[in-house]
């Protein structure tokens, strides 16, 4: 963090502020508001988001950005202004002493890799989800950041809205039963939702840094495309699992506590989006959570259909067995749902095929166990909440790791949350690709044979 103003003053061996306010008062001025000093690496889709939701905190500004493609580079200062430092080589931003923070926005293979680094350098991190591309990589991020002892926030930003938040408050407080079931459908029928992102005409070698773009991924011949659309890609992605499911087993981990799925299988295809990429479109994935705490186990089941042309209703929801939570945009629907004392009995069933004799005796014997207002189902309570007006998930992760940062405090989604977050996803890419249940021992952060 800054030197607060006094020091400044100081160090500039000022004797008194107002002799030197007039050319450094916005420098003073931001030194005087403490703001936390941001960089961000990768400045595409998302790192624009965060940068702009990180500073409509107003607990930062940005000094600096590298990304790889200087289209992005020179968007950068158009955008946040010609005084951001902006360069290709990320390691130029680790080792500026006025970077507090840094947001790591680069696709999933350079995650584990600029964390660390970055970390070493001092430096606080956000790195964007997934926390790791493979499972083995999590174990170091953590040490790494535990070594460090810096805050690091993983980016599954909408568990710090309103929904989520009230989600966790009604699942704590009873008000679904016992969960037994969570879904979520994710389907999309439309080219850009299915990762063919636009690649501007500008794109060659000599606008973007290809050989830094590969890092650990296996070298090959320059191609734009994989540039722009690497989530196709397992070299540098993690397929629809870690760029979508990651959000729901995040959700859901903070909502019920849990540490994550004992056992992960997912199964799925290449359908339609056959443009070289060497992912599922088509993927479906079913994940088993033991018991833990005071919830029963339940079981999981996700999907992605980028080819569906039916009709697409996607739904997100935590069933228990009083009620269940349907999740919507930024609102949720909770209804409850609870079933009386008595079974019945009647048509469609055994009683009707019991002799006249069995079925009086057997209806004095219901009527003697089940009084009357044991026998109708509680009325069906439908609550929905709407998240309030200008909540803001984005911003108030930020506002969360910036506090982290501020106040030295655990912050919502640390590197040990975001990787066991991560690792289920990841697990499904293990299971569809080697075609096997994976067994994983959540609490211990290992994989079981
Ligand atoms: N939290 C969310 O809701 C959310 C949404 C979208 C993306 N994401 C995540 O954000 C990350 C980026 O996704 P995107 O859609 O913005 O991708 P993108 O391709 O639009 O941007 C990635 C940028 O990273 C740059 N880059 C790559 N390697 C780099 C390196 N070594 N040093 C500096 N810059 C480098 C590239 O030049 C590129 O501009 C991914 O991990 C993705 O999963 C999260």
Redesign the pocket.
Same mark, same amino acid.
């Given at each position: 963090m800054k030197t607060n103003r006094r020091d400044f003053v100081k160090q500039l061996g000022i004797v008194s502020a107002s002799t030197a306010a007039v050319p450094h008062f916005n420098i003073i001025k931001s030194l005087n508001d403490n703001k936390i000093r941001i960089a961000t690496?990768?400045?595409?889709? =998302?790192?624009f =988001?965060d940068t702009k939701a990180a500073l409509r905190t107003d607990m930062c500004e940005l000094v600096a950005a590298?990304?790889?493609?200087d289209g992005?580079l020179a968007h950068v200062k158009e955008t946040f202004g010609n005084h951001v430092f902006t360069t290709?080589d990320?390691r130029e931003v680790l080792e500026r002493k006025d970077v507090d923070a840094v947001l790591i926005?680069?696709?999933?293979h +350079?995650?584990d890799r600029?964390s660390m680094a970055a970390l070493k350098k001092g430096k606080h991190v956000y790195c964007?989800?997934?926390m790791v591309q493979n499972i083995e990589e999590g174990a170091a991020v953590i040490a790494a950041a535990k070594a460090a002892g810096k805050v690091m926030q993983v980016?599954?930003?909408r568990i710090s809205g309103a929904a989520f938040q009230e989600a966790k408050r009604l699942v704590e407080a009873g008000d679904i039963g016992n969960i037994n079931f969570i879904e979520s459908t994710n389907d999309r029928f439309n080219a850009i939702g299915a990762w063919q992102?636009s690649i501007p005409t500008d794109a060659s070698p000599k606008t973007i840094d290809w050989e830094?773009?590969l890092?650990d991924a296996p070298k090959r011949a320059f191609d734009p495309v994989r540039f722009?659309r +690497?989530r196709n890609y397992r070299d540098y992605g993690t397929g629809v699992a870690?760029?979508l499911f990651v959000?729901l087993i995040t959700g859901v981990h903070f909502v019920t506590g849990s540490l994550g799925p004992s056992r992960i299988y997912s199964s799925g295809q290449l359908s339609y989006w056959k443009d070289g990429r060497d992912v599922p479109d088509v993927m479906v994935a079913s994940m088993e959570y033991p018991a833990q705490g005071k919830f029963d186990a339940f079981q999981m089941v996700l999907r992605v259909n980028f080819a569906n042309a039916g009709s697409i209703k996607n739904v997100t929801r935590i069933v228990g067995n009083e009620g269940e939570i349907t999740f919507g945009g930024d609102s949720l629907t909770l209804t409850k749902r609870k079933l009386p004392a008595a079974p019945g009995y009647g048509n469609g069933e055994s009683f009707g095929t019991f002799s006249d004799a069995q079925q009086k005796e057997y209806l004095a014997a219901y009527d003697a166990k089940y009084p009357a207002d044991s026998r109708t189902p509680e009325p069906v309570k439908e609550v929905k909440f709407d998240a309030p007006q200008g909540d803001d998930a984005h911003k108030n992760h930020f506002a969360n790791f910036f506090e982290g940062i501020k106040d030295n405090k655990p912050v919502i989604e640390g590197p040990l949350f975001g990787f066991r977050a991560a690792a289920p996803v990841l697990a499904c890419n293990k299971s569809y690709f080697e075609k096997k249940v994976v067994k994983w021992d959540a609490k211990n952060l290992k994989l079981l044979p």
């Open positions: 690496i990768g400045m595409g889709i =998302q790192g =988001q590298a990304d790889l493609y992005r290709r990320y926005v680069t696709p999933d +350079w995650h600029i964007e989800k997934p980016g599954s930003q992102y830094t773009f890092g722009f +690497w870690g760029d959000h």
